[in-house]
């Protein structure tokens, strides 16, 4: 009994909260930067932007706060637009780009921290549309989208030839095919929503068929701060274990709560068959005895 409740005690402790176990290279290393430059994009809400007091706001912002506390280094931060956040971390103009999507072709140019956080793309066309549900549909049409964005080598890898119009952000993409200039826009999810309810245009666009992938949303450095990198990589496991990766996905994005009939309604049926199965195993075996 005794040790069933030590086990128990064990199993149901809080998380180790305490401070992010830097090695002395690596303290060192973070003394010798004194501080780090951020760089992110202008306009990539929730994410990421600039709120209506011109300050830095967003998810990814409020991470790299808190790692900051925690690693013990002061944090610059600095906006423009993806295409010139990008080059800017590649020429070393910017230790950290705070949000980049994984893929295999940016880890020739970029080292990335572990995923902080899910962004479904999904089409999105005007809401009367018809003729647009899935990628082929896509073939030959015009896709607004935001310069430097996944969504580009998400195309040439499924051999998709689309007249590529650019925009300076999702937002902008939108409002390209909301009047008309463009056939779709491939949107990161979130952040195209943030856009149309903000601006009261959810009824002019919707979104066809399932998420053509799931981004993972990462910080970033040129190949030459893999020592960086490796540091907030340990500041993000703490972040994780201590909860605050969700307190920060709730504050922004909101908690969710299912229909408890909804899910009595997802369950239902395979109960109802499994029992039912069970009834005619016991019910043959019944019969078998009693021949």
Not at 76 to 97: H, I, N, P, T, W
Not at 143 to 168: C, F, N, R, V, W
Request: glycine share 6%; proline share 4%; hydrophobic share 50%.
């Amino acid at each position: 009994r005794w040790l069933l409740l030590l086990v128990l005690a064990l199993h149901l402790q809080p998380p180790d909260c305490g401070a992010v176990d830097l090695t002395a290279e690596e303290r060192a290393f973070l003394q010798a930067k004194g501080s780090i430059v951020f760089v992110s994009q202008t306009n990539y809400p929730p994410f990421e932007f600039t709120d209506i007091d011109k300050q830095r706001a967003g998810m990814m912002l409020d991470v790299v706060r808190w790692l900051a506390v925690e690693l013990g280094f002061q944090p610059l931060f600095q906006d423009m637009s993806f295409a010139r956040a990008q080059e800017a971390v590649q020429a070393g103009k910017a230790y950290v780009l705070t949000s980049l999507f994984i893929s295999e072709a940016r880890r020739a140019y970029f080292v990335f921290t572990q995923p902080l956080f899910k962004v479904p793309a999904l089409i999105f066309v005007q809401a009367h549309r018809t003729d647009i549900s899935t990628l082929p549909d896509l073939q030959g049409k015009t896709i607004a989208m935001q310069q430097g964005d996944y969504a580009a080598e998400y195309l040439h890898s499924h051999a998709i030839q689309a007249t590529i119009l650019p925009t300076k952000d999702f937002a902008e993409a939108v409002d390209q095919v909301i009047a008309g200039r463009a056939d779709a826009v491939i949107g990161d999810e979130q952040i195209v929503l943030y856009h149309l309810f903000k601006q009261g245009l959810a009824h002019l666009i919707k979104s066809v068929g399932e998420p053509l992938y799931i981004g993972n949303n990462s910080m970033a450095a040129n190949r030459d701060n893999q020592m960086l990198i490796a540091i907030l990589d340990k500041g993000i496991d703490q972040a994780r274990q201590a909860g605050v990766l969700a307190k920060i996905g709730a504050k922004w994005l909101g908690t969710s709560y299912r229909n408890p009939q909804e899910e009595l309604a997802k369950y239902l049926w395979p109960t109802v068959a499994t029992l039912a199965v069970l009834l005619l195993g016991t019910g043959a075996i019944w019969l078998w005895n009693f021949q």
